[in-house]
């Protein structure tokens, strides 16, 4: 699967404050998924990007896709205690190349203090 | 309940023994994942199936490691002679069938190999 880098690997903010983690790659991605895994939990789907320079927001959530389709990030406004667990963006593999699994990497850890 | 479920939900065996865990995805989901994840990493892709075809295996899935999905619909993994790395949250995740749904993750079997 396509690797991407993934910071900061853990985020400490107080309740309230935002938060943004940054997905990078060295290639051009075809799409990618973003999953959240609060703890002791099981990752759970959040969005998927598949447009150059795309936008799209969930509440407090902003999702953003590079205009190279190289990056992406996740902005939480206004962090809430049930925004704690950890944040992984997922690249997907182009169509043809196989349904590979998806590749998670370490992900984000977010922990809030209230 | 709809969603994927797993069975058991806990498991310790000791270090030789065998092991099966069990993996029922969402109803008329034609593809099914199985993942493993230690403490503070991102779930590492084992295995998929397309119906009962097991599509790709990652190298991570050694010999001792075996998956069925013998109708198409429920999945088991099988361990033989587990060793104490083996000791992880094993996630089976289940997908519609086309390459970028989103993946409807399980809540996991955790196994410890003592």
């Known amino acids: 699967g396509q690797q991407v880098m993934q910071i900061p690997q853990y985020q400490h903010v107080q309740e309230g404050e935002d938060f943004t983690t940054y997905c990078n790659s060295s290639t051009t991605l075809s799409n990618i998924q973003w999953y959240k895994q609060r703890p002791g939990g099981h990752p759970v789907f959040l969005i998927q990007?598949?447009?150059?320079?795309e936008v799209k927001k969930q509440k407090r959530l902003t999702f953003q896709f590079g205009e190279a389709k190289k990056n992406s990030s996740l902005h939480i406004t206004a962090t809430q205690t049930t925004d704690v667990g950890t944040y992984f963006c997922v690249p997907l593999p182009y169509s043809g190349g196989g349904a590979d699994g998806l590749t998670f990497g370490k992900g984000t850890h977010l922990i809030i203090q209230p | 309940d709809t969603g994927v479920s797993q069975n058991p939900r806990h498991k310790i065996t000791k270090r030789g023994q065998n092991v099966t865990f069990r993996c029922d995805p969402i109803s008329e989901h034609n593809r099914l994942y199985w993942y493993r994840q230690t403490l503070g990493q991102g779930p590492e892709f084992l295995t998929y199936?397309?119906?009962?075809?097991?599509?790709?295996k990652s190298r991570l899935l050694s010999d001792r490691f075996s998956a069925e999905r013998p109708k198409g619909s429920f999945s088991t993994l099988e361990i033989q002679r587990t060793e104490q790395g083996d000791s992880a949250m094993y996630l089976c995740?289940?997908?519609?069938?086309?390459?970028?749904?989103?993946?409807?993750f399980g809540p996991g079997t955790r196994l410890t190999v003592l």
């Open positions: 990007l598949v447009k150059s320079g």
């Open positions: 995740a289940s997908s519609p069938g086309t390459d970028g749904d989103e993946q409807f």
């Open positions: 199936f397309q119906n009962e075809a097991q599509l790709e």
